[in-house]
Every structure is written in structure tokens, then in C-alpha cells.
């Protein structure tokens, strides 16, 4: 049992909204019944007031998204002195930009698709670069903004370029690695189990895939080589702390073995604040490693400092 005030910021305004309050909901749970007195803060523009007024021991951060896990909502929390989990400022804001996250990651020596950064008005009718390729927001979570462009299409898909998009005006294009979806968490300075990702019914593992009952299915641990598996957990831990993260991360792969066990493992992109719902990947991974979700939050609250 423990005294603290826990406040469990979830919702947002965000385009992974839904996501946040399922993902709050859960962790409010756990947490009240691990013991900790609770508050439930459906964020929105008066925050910072409404924080001041509760004055909380932890702010455990389950917002998604944009001002959530992109530095700014960590600012608050650093202005108003209050302990939080998951990562700080810098690492939230670098993580959050899939471009200069990406050129970190290069520079630790994981292995990254080859890309580049263009305003989505740049790209018009002709192909930035050969396809198979990849098209999708610099600043976004769950999926959301991604297209595939497949090898046989003549130009770029319009809705890029079009008064439709409503993900930024940045985006990255990137070299479509072919291959399996495979995923691994970090819990402190510990990589967590592999787990691949199948998805079902649907192209990749996009925000249904993520989030619907029945869109994936998640094999842990993943069926492959000893060598490649404990390949990914290093590679996740490393760029678990070349971005400067805290608490819980994720780190997603690519993994093309069609013409060889040792195929190419890319990195793709590091998740600061990974799901908390019922089907997210890092709660399942802890449980891999024997941690049940009521442990989880407990470590993650207990983990909660400022200057992160």
C-alpha cells in the first residue's frame, strides 16, 4: 500500500485520444489497486492550472501524441516541479521527430532505412525516391499519416499533397524495408522479450491493427534465430539510451529474412510512450518477463522523478 497521490494524466487533444483514455483507464486502475490514491485528469489547455491546484506526489503520463510525448507536456511538469514518469523533455521531443531520431540512431550505429526529410509540397507527381517507399508524418504516433507507395505505382498518392492531410506539412520519406514487424521494450536499462507482430486483415500493422480487438496477432517471444533475437533487445537498449529515455520505451523493426536467417534488421522508430491498453505490446512484454501489470505501473510510479 502506499499514500501517494497519483495523477493519471490521460486523453488529450491529440489524435491518439481514444487511445490515451483507454490506455489511462487501465493504468488508473492498476494503480488504485496497488494501493495509491488516485485522480484521473482528462487533459486539456488548463492543465498546468489544474495541476497546480491537485499538487500530486507523480503525474503518471498516459497522453499520446503530440504535446503529450513530444517534450511539451514534460515542461509543464518540470515548471511545476512535479515527478513524472517516462522520459524527460530532450529525449521526448528527439524520439518525437522520426527524422532527427533517426540520425541519432545512425550515429549510435544502429541500422536505419535510408530517408529523407521534405515538405509534402515538394513531393507532387513525381516519386522522391525509387519506390517501394514509405511516406509518413515527421511529428505522429500510431500510424496515423502512414502510406505505402508500392513499386508498381506510377506517382505519389494526391492525399499527401491534398487539404485532406492532417498530419504536418513536414513528412518523412523512407526506403520500404520488406519483412516481418518485430518490436521490443525497455524497462529501465533492461531490454524486455521480442515480440513479433502479425497483422490481420490489414496491409501493416496500422492504428486498427494497433488498437482493434482482433487486428494483430502478437507472437512473444518471436520465432527467430537466438542470434537475431537478442540482436533487436541490444539494439533496442541502445537506442533506449542514445535517445536519453527513461521509465518504459519501445523500439520497432523490420526484420527481412527471404533470403537468409541473418537478414537485415532495421531500426524504425523509438515509442516513448508505448500503449497501456489491453492490447499493447509493452505490458505483454513485461508479463513475458514476469511482471504483472499492477508491478509495471508500480515500477513506473516509483521510477517518476523531475530533470528526467
Not at 489544474?50 to 497522453?63: G, H, K, M, Q, T
Not at 507532387?124 to 500510431?142: C, F, I, L, T
Request: aromatic share 8%; proline share 6%.
Amino acid at each position: 500500500m502506499s499514500d501517494k497521490h497519483v495523477a493519471v494524466l490521460m486523453g488529450g487533444f491529440s489524435s491518439e485520444r481514444p487511445v490515451s483514455l483507454s490506455s489511462g483507464t487501465a493504468c488508473a486502475d492498476a494503480l488504485e489497486g496497488e494501493g495509491y490514491r488516485v485522480t484521473r485528469v482528462d487533459v486539456g489547455r488548463d492543465v498546468a492550472a489544474v495541476l497546480s491546484e491537485l499538487r500530486p506526489d507523480v503525474a503518471f503520463n498516459a497522453l499520446h501524441g503530440p504535446f503529450g510525448e513530444d517534450g511539451t507536456i514534460q515542461g509543464i511538469l518540470e515548471y511545476l516541479e512535479i515527478p513524472y514518469t517516462h522520459s524527460g523533455v530532450l529525449a521526448s521531443a528527439l524520439a518525437m521527430d522520426k527524422h532527427q531520431a533517426k540520425h541519432v540512431a545512425k550515429a549510435s550505429g544502429i541500422p536505419v532505412a535510408e530517408a529523407k526529410a521534405m515538405s509534402r509540397f515538394d513531393i507532387g507527381n513525381a516519386h522522391p525516391m525509387k519506390p517501394p517507399y514509405v511516406v509518413k508524418p515527421v511529428r505522429e504516433g500510431s500510424s496515423f499519416g502512414v502510406v505505402i507507395v508500392q513499386e508498381n505505382q506510377s506517382h505519389p498518392p494526391q492525399i499527401i499533397g491534398s487539404s485532406e492531410w492532417r498530419y504536418g506539412d513536414r513528412v518523412l520519406v523512407e526506403r520500404y524495408v520488406y519483412g516481418r514487424e518485430l518490436t521490443c521494450g525497455v524497462m529501465g536499462d533492461v531490454a524486455l522479450g521480442v515480440t513479433e507482430v502479425v497483422p490481420l486483415s490489414h496491409a501493416f500493422y496500422d492504428y486498427d491493427a494497433k488498437y482493434a480487438e482482433g487486428g494483430s496477432k502478437h507472437v512473444i517471444p518471436a520465432q527467430i534465430s537466438p542470434n537475431i533475437y537478442q540482436k533487436i533487445q541490444t539494439l533496442a537498449l541502445k537506442a533506449h539510451q542514445a535517445m536519453g529515455c527513461r521509465g518504459v520505451s519501445r523500439s520497432d523493426f523490420r526484420y527481412d529474412d527471404r533470403f537468409s536467417e541473418n537478414g537485415e534488421v532495421i531500426w524504425l522508430e523509438i515509442n516513448t510512450q508505448p500503449g497501456m491498453t489491453p492490447t499493447s505490446l509493452v505490458p505483454e512484454m513485461a508479463g513475458h518477463a514476469g511482471h504483472s501489470f499492477g508491478e509495471l505501473v508500480r515500477w513506473m510510479v516509483e521510477d517518476a522523478t523531475c530533470l528526467r
